[in-house]
């Protein structure tokens, strides 16, 4: 089977990516669990834990966010009731969105 084409991310993105892992790391001390339980109360493997700890690119995004959630790291709101009220307030107004965007015909100009 061909290995997957790794594509690149920015900068920004695996910092970010890092810092999230060093939280849940953190989190997961701060609670005195193992890499063992914490996998097994979020439903993933070790070594999948080890990677969201490592901040690695290719993670399931649910995995990351329910380790997260699970070691006490706000991603958004660190209330549930306020995190709902935010999401029907923005799916509100996705609704106004449009469903799709057209690609522009005229060609855009990068250089500032």
């Known amino acids: 089977m061909p290995k997957p084409v790794s594509r690149p991310h920015s900068e920004y993105s695996l910092d970010a990516l890092q810092l ?3 939280l849940v790391r953190e989190g997961r001390l701060a609670k ?3 890499t063992t339980e914490l996998a097994t109360r979020a ?3 070790r070594a999948l834990l080890q ?3 490592r901040g690695d690119p290719n993670c399931a995004i649910g995995a990351v966010f329910e380790t ?3 070691c006490g790291v ?3 709101e660190p209330d549930q009731r306020l995190l709902a009220v935010n999401l029907a307030r923005h799916s509100e107004k996705m609704a106004l969105l449009p469903k ?7 060609e855009l ?3 500032f």
């Open 43 to 45: 439903g993933i493997s």
């Open 100 to 106: 799709s965007v057209r690609a522009s015909k005229r």
């Open 68 to 70: 997260a959630a699970i």
């Open 32 to 34: 005195a669990l193992t």
């Open 74 to 76: 706000a991603l958004f």
């Open 20 to 22: 999230l892992g060093q």
């Open 51 to 53: 990677r969201i700890e």
């Open 109 to 111: 100009n990068d250089d």
